[in-house]
């Protein structure tokens, strides 16, 4: 067995994803204005930076900047801007790819993780970076196990990391033109962190002829997302470092219940209580939140065609949000809410979900109690339909605001 824990690190779209994650990941990495991969994410402002990791650290959670995309030369000075906010604010470590934004952490004492843009794929590649001075190294997507087992024996300093669940790319990490060139300008490009993603649309294909192919589905290469959390003693046992989970893109739900499950699994490993039938509770939880159906990507082999998604496009979990309300207002000396529902009904032990509509709220509790008017222990509330709203009362885990979403998780009809 390893004794040495492995890392969990979490993505982190807003602060609301944050506050989910906190109890659950080592570490959290997120972005920060044009300078990583997620442009189209909800990407935090310089000036956000200190309260993120003085949060962070208040949690003992380590916080990553990533800073991962290809630099121009007229980016140096945001580029250096941000590296400067990262170190007064006591950044754990920076994630980077491009050689000029290595040099510049470097020249500004700050610690660097070589992101999986860079497609390390053997340990001449790992020992430069390390050699550079990288704290860790993220290996390209494309490897296998064994793969992974052989360039970790060959480090002597630098910590590996990979990923474990998540969105994968049909192209080899780093080296994906496929949005670039379908939207007639790198702006689109993977490397830019602007990519269109027209790997998950529908394709038909034609030859030179006029004739089309006929194939068993509308989705040529629309790759499933991984899932490793059936594996995890074997991704522990091959002395990875730290297990990275994909996301910046989800909601705080995704994010919670992704980072809930690899916690749960981890710690059963180091207390000799993992087993196959937790393993299936944990994938069956997985399931609940979006995902494009599982795969082990290439950890245990060249994917085939299995591992393409052909027929739904998008989510294919049999769950939804759905809001059916939102906060009145707080007690804080009751540590009770009322809230405005809107549709449905709700009863005792139902899980719901507060979610910021212009804060950092995220609350995921179950029902407790339930107060309507006056009347107090009730074990549900009427049925409500669409415009007859009714405020109901109710205790919470931690505070809410006014005018914070609720919704729960319900199965697709």
């Known amino acids: 067995m390893s004794t040495k824990k492995v890392e969990l690190m979490a993505p982190m779209k807003n602060l609301q994803s ?49 800073t991962n995309v290809v630099i121009y030369e007229n980016e140096f000075e945001l580029l250096a801007k941000a590296l400067n906010r990262a170190k007064e604010s006591n950044i754990d470590a920076v994630i980077v790819h491009d ?22 794929s053997n340990s001449r590649s790992a020992r430069f970076y390390e050699d550079l001075g990288a704290e860790r190294v993220i290996l390209a997507r494309e490897l296998s196990l064994e793969q992974i087992k052989k360039i970790k024996s060959k480090l002597t300093k630098a910590k590996v990391e990979t990923f474990v669940h998540g969105a994968q790319c049909t192209s080899i990490s780093g080296r994906c033109y496929f949005s670039a060139e379908l939207c007639g300008s790198q702006e689109y490009s993977a490397n830019r962190g602007r990519c269109v993603q ?13 004739n089309e192919l006929l194939y068993d589905g509308v989705f040529f290469i629309n790759t499933k997302d991984l899932c490793m959390i059936e594996h995890v003693p074997q991704l522990i046992e091959a002395h990875i470092d730290a297990f990275k989970i994909e996301g910046r893109m989800r909601d705080p739900i995704y994010i919670e219940e992704t980072a809930a499950c690899y916690r749960e699994a981890i710690d059963a490993y180091y207390d ?28 245990f082999g060249m994917p085939t065609g299995r591992e393409i998604e052909r027929f739904k496009d998008g989510n294919i979990s049999e769950y939804r949000k759905k809001e059916i309300g939102k906060v009145l207002s707080y007690f804080p000396k009751r540590k009770a809410a009322k809230i405005l529902l809107t549709k ?57 605001k006014k005018n914070d979403r609720v919704f729960r998780l319900i199965k697709k009809k």
């Open 18 to 66: 944050l506050h989910a994650v906190l109890k659950y990941a080592d570490a959290v990495y997120f972005g920060v204005e044009s300078l990583n991969m997620r442009m189209f994410s909800d990407n935090f402002k310089l000036e956000d930076l200190p309260e993120i990791v003085k949060l962070c650290h208040e949690n003992n959670v380590k916080a990553y900047l990533t």
């Open 99 to 120: 050689i000029g934004a290595i040099s510049l952490a470097k020249e500004k004492g700050l610690a660097f993780h070589i992101s999986t843009q860079a497609n390390i």
């Open 198 to 210: 027209p790997c998950r649309r529908r394709w038909r294909v034609f030859d030179d002829q006029n």
């Open 272 to 299: 000799n209580s993992f087993t196959p039938e937790k393993a299936q509770v944990w994938l069956n939880r997985l399931k609940k939140v979006y995902n494009r159906g599982f795969s082990t990507g290439f950890y």
């Open 344 to 400: 449905g009904k709700l009863k005792l032990n139902d899980e719901i979900i507060f979610i910021g509509a212009h804060t950092s709220t995220y609350l995921r509790q179950n029902i407790t109690s339930i107060q309507i008017k006056r009347k107090k222990n009730l074990s549900e509330t009427p049925t409500v339909s669409q415009g007859n709203p009714i405020a109901v009362g109710i205790l919470v885990d931690r505070p809410v």
